[in-house]
């Protein structure tokens, strides 16, 4: 097969090739499978075409010749996908998964796929995985899958996945009493106002806790944070109008009001902490070693959740639960999740086999101990001997995942700025986007 390519109108058309289809639930289950050449048939919806479809649909072919991957791609490698895209393909994909006439696999990205789950559109994977023959548990990152994980099912199964860090200037936190595993944004806007103030009694530049950063953005990633708290996912509903998130907005617009936080961005000596991805190994040093001379990596402060580094699956799939070819999907699942696959550079983020991380840390480990490993500014690292320990044990304890809706946090982002620019109160703020998330919601 090759790459197909098909508009929003194909997308349904697609599906009509696929008349007889019985649900598939469990490993062992049996149905007529569609088939071209003598090869069964399994389709992949995804959003957009990439390198790594492409690379992956190659590789798929070669190891399973009896086997037909044949990727559908809403957007070619090349297109723009704007606003309105998503919620088309949203649309097509829901059309279509509600009909029982969908892809065998998806790409859940942008589609809500807890709702999807609720609805039993989706295959509990948790059989299969257990069962497998070629994947071992040990050598999984299974705190991601743990984490990723929806009504106690394995329904949707990562790529890759990076890591939300807290980085702080090490050098300056050493004159402060942290305990970042348990602190809330209020213990940190404390502890972030008494350094700031310190320093400039010491005659020190004025120092920001966190800049370049608007106040709606900084909103939107801590209720990311702490979505299941604003967001019960399983009876979709929204509770904007708590107390807890008119809390949350005020105490952000009083650090831009007090100078905590500011919306420009700044010199690098002139920040205390920063909120950054970390998208692999090489980043826990490149990343952290770039902002600070001494940094000091740091579990966030949060909301009520717990602080530990937030998971960013890559590309994250599932399998339509009625699909026909369950099992060759699966087949798929497994493969994806194979040295072969995860070794592939176009692959994004850290590796599902820790395995592959733990190799990639130690030959980190070396290069930097012999003196060769340079920053992206070409300076060497200079990396203390024990911190390895540290970023291997903060990516294997990362725990903290939502199952987030990219639409909740857009009618955040687009009426919180009411407030902060003081056109309305909080209490207006939060109604309105409660009403909105509501109505979208129950849509």
Known sequence: MKMKIINKMGWLGMSLAFTTMMTACSPGSSAEAPSTGGKTVVTLSVQQDSEFYRAVEKKFEQAYPDIDLQIQAYKGISEK????????????????????KGADIYET???PASDYVSKKLFLDMDDYLKQSKTLKQEDLQMNVLNALKVNGGTYIIPSGFSLRAFLGDGDVLKQAEIDDKSWTWQEWKKISKSLITSGQQAGSAHRYALPNNPPDMLLQEM??????????VAARKAKFDSPAFIFMMREINEMYQEKLMTTEPVETENQLFYSAVIQGPADFINVPYTYFANPKLLYKPHSGNSGAMRIIPSYTFAIQAKSPVAEQAWTFMEFLLSDEVQSLQSREGFSLLR?????QFSELQQQVKSGTYKLPDGKLASVPEGQFKVFQDMM????????MDVKILSIIGEEAGAFFSGQKTAEDV????????????NE
């Open 396 to 403: 294997d304890t990362a725990d903290n995942f939502a199952m």
């Open 81 to 100: 996908m704007e606003g309105p895209d998503y919620e088309k393909y949203q649309k097509t994909a829901g059309t279509a998964l509600l009909s029982g």
């Open 355 to 359: 395995s592959l991380n733990d190799k």
């Open 430 to 441: 939060a109604k309105l986007i409660q009403n909105k998330a509501t109505t979208y919601l």
């Open 109 to 111: 990205g942008s589609l």
């Open 223 to 232: 209720v990311f944070d702490g979505y299941n708290q604003f967001v019960d």
